[in-house]
């Protein structure tokens, strides 16, 4: 659960406490909180008093609330395409994480292991990305002349691939094998 959430959450339960809360101490003056907010002869201090405990039954509440959500956010959570493939014993953990170093290449590493720029034309891409921000790094590689349009599409739907299709790639499993744990995840 998000802090915002959090935060509503609370707020929620607050409302909804506040006048059951008072409520409760009009009606039953004799349970432990009514006495509680009748400690001072001020009446000011009795407010105060309400509300403080007020805030702490709300807060309790939402941290059971949050902790429920939580909990349930773990138990209705798919399982990641990764996982599923390890459970089954496609995959091994060190296969996993090599998949995952292919699928976080930078833009400027593809180009640079595809020898389409060299590093010295990729520092300078660097730096005028930087001079000029908010330019991409392929934007810049294409203003300095060192790189073509095709050249960063090209990179880009390469850094952009999806596990599957890199663990298909590296021949960790087939085309068949990835679409039938697919469409089980979607639950066709």
């Known amino acids: 659960m998000s802090t915002q959430t959090s935060i509503y959450a609370f707020i929620s339960i607050f409302c ?3 006048p059951v809360h008072w409520i409760l101490i009009c009606l039953y003056p004799q349970n432990p909180t009514s006495q509680l907010t009748q400690v001072c002869r001020n009446p000011c201090a009795n407010f105060f008093l309400f509300f403080l405990s007020t805030l702490l039954i709300s807060g309790a509440l939402a941290l059971i609330v949050g902790l429920a959500c939580r909990r349930m ?9 990764g996982e599923v493939l390890m459970e089954r014993g496609f995959i091994t953990d060190e296969d ?3 998949a995952l170093d292919d699928q976080n290449v930078p833009i400027g590493q593809i180009l640079l292991k595809a020898g389409l720029i060299t590093p010295y034309e990729l520092s300078r891409g660097l730096a005028y990305k930087e001079k000029n921000d908010p330019v991409r790094l392929g934007e810049a590689l294409v203003a300095l ?3 073509s349009r095709e050249d960063i599409d090209r990179a880009l739907r390469r850094s952009r691939k999806r596990l599957g299709q890199i663990l298909v790639e590296k021949g960790f499993l087939t085309h068949e094998e990835l679409s039938g744990i697919l469409a089980e995840r979607r639950g066709r």
Do not use: C, D, N
Not at 73 to 81: E, S, Y
């Open 16 to 18: 909804f406490v506040l």
């Open 96 to 98: 996993l994480e090599e």
């Open 73 to 81: 956010q773990k138990v209705l959570r798919k399982p990641k395409i």
């Open 145 to 147: 002349g060192y790189a």
